[in-house]
């Protein structure tokens, strides 16, 4: 019923397709996903990961298009979690001699998700697997996201195979960033998932890059594990992850919050206001009405993040809290804020918002700026200024 899909010479996807998922790891992906799995074909055959659980079938029935599964003679695990390991058992059970390649790490996870006795060839980086025809060379990828990452290069067709490296979650029936038609699109879900799945790991992210430049390997396509596969836009992704992983962020702010009566409500948009005057290029994002998921993408390429919440039972509003908890663990870089809120007799929730980002690794630049119940002419005056003087910041 599944076709494979040549993306090189002997060099299939056999993944599966998942249309309705609307969550992964806890942020929202509205777009579907896609569990990618590569069948290479020498004088020996190579499938680089599998699927997850439910999509054995979808993914075997690709297979099966090409060759018959059994006679697969290699399984490289570049990932052990569950969306590209969750399909092993039931493979190794088709084609119980396959030998599995992984890192040290992925070898003794894989004891950890599934008892089994097969052995495991462990690899290290700058090690290769001729498969007569193609060769594949292995690189480490230390926890990008996992200890166990690993990226294989198949050295005749410079197709790097990069599992979760340059992924998004994004469904679609082409193959290719230039099938689709919707490569402002993709690029949204890549930072989407570089924001929540690799931005706490982005300090890791230029050395493994050096080492993929030192290898002095060309690199045609990137083959990730979620998603769409780069080949017209492949130095553009390893730009944008240049940029992500080093800080690097547009000349823009975000005002971020939630509102009770209003009042917070009145305050982000005379800040705005005061962004407006000077010129500044500002999005407003409420939070009851933005996931949490897609709010870190935006500031993962913002300079400036504004965060305001009302004073609830002494602390801050529970989705304002959220963000501020989730931030905690992804550590944005180079990031300045500014807090700001209403309140009615303790105004608890500045100073709380400020100890949350600093915790966040965000630079606090401002003391912040409260309100006491609704917002007078004065009070929106303060507002305006500062956001003028947010701008000037920024400007600086």
Same mark, same amino acid.
């Given at each position: 019923m599944y076709e494979a899909a040549e993306i090189g010479k002997g060099v299939f996807w056999v993944?599966?397709?998942?249309?309705?998922?609307?969550?992964? %790891?806890?942020?929202?992906?509205?777009?579907? *996903?896609?569990?990618?799995?590569? /069948?290479?074909?020498?004088?020996?055959?190579?499938?680089?990961?599998?699927?997850?659980a439910a999509f054995f079938p979808e993914m075997i029935s690709r297979i099966k298009s090409i060759q018959d599964p059994k006679k697969i003679d290699y399984l490289i695990m570049n990932? /052990?979690?569950?969306? %590209? +390991?969750?399909?092993i058992p039931s493979f190794k059970e088709l084609a119980p001699n396959a030998q599995i390649v992984a890192t040290d790490y992925g070898s003794k996870g894989l004891l950890k998700h599934f008892p089994h006795d097969w052995p495991v060839q462990e690899v290290k980086t700058g090690h290769e697997l001729s498969l007569g025809g193609k060769t594949l060379k292995f690189l480490e990828a230390y926890m990008l996201h996992w200890p166990d990452s690993m990226f294989t290069y198949l050295l005749e067709d410079s197709i790097l195979f990069s599992n979760d490296g340059f992924g998004q979650h994004y469904a679609s029936f082409q193959r290719f960033d230039d099938d689709d038609g919707h490569f402002e699109g993709i690029m949204e879900e890549a930072a989407k998932y570089f924001a929540n799945i690799l931005m706490p790991l982005a300090p890791l992210i230029p050395p493994l890059l050096k080492k993929v430049e030192k290898m002095r390997i060309p690199i045609e396509i990137i083959a990730p594990s979620h998603g769409i596969i780069?080949?017209?836009?492949?130095?553009?992704?390893?730009?944008?992850?240049? !940029?992500?992983? *080093?800080? =690097?962020?547009?000349?823009? =702010?975000?005002?971020?919050?939630?509102?009770?009566?209003?009042? *917070?409500? *009145?305050?982000?948009?005379?800040? +705005? !206001?005061?962004?407006?005057?000077?010129? =500044?290029e500002h999005k407003l994002l409420r939070l009851r009405t933005n996931h949490y998921s897609d709010v870190v993408r935006e500031i993962l390429t913002s300079k400036i993040v504004v965060i305001g919440s009302p004073t609830i039972n002494e602390g801050i509003f529970p989705s304002v809290a959220q963000l501020l908890s989730y931030l905690k663990g992804l550590h944005p870089l180079k990031k300045k804020? =500014?807090?700001?809120? +209403?309140?009615?007799?303790?105004?608890?929730?500045? !100073?709380?918002?400020?100890?949350?980002?600093?915790? +966040?690794?965000? !630079?606090?630049?401002e003391p912040g700026l409260g309100v006491v119940y609704v917002p007078m002419n004065r009070d929106i005056e303060a507002c305006l200024q500062l956001g003028e003087r947010i701008a000037s910041l920024l400007n600086n």
């Open positions: 993944g599966a397709i998942d249309w309705d998922i609307r969550e992964f %790891h806890g942020y929202t992906t509205n777009r579907g *996903t896609t569990y990618n799995a590569y /069948l290479i074909k020498g004088e020996k055959t190579a499938l680089v990961d599998t699927v997850k990932h /052990l979690e569950m969306d %590209h +390991s969750g399909a780069w080949r017209s836009h492949t130095n553009h992704i390893i730009n944008s992850y240049v !940029e992500w992983s *080093t800080g =690097v962020a547009q000349d823009r =702010v975000l005002i971020i919050y939630d509102t009770m009566w209003g009042s *917070t409500e *009145t305050m982000a948009k005379a800040i +705005s !206001e005061g962004l407006g005057k000077a010129r =500044v804020g =500014v807090a700001f809120g +209403s309140y009615g007799w303790g105004g608890e929730a500045i !100073e709380a918002i400020n100890s949350e980002m600093r915790a +966040s690794g965000i !630079e606090v630049v």
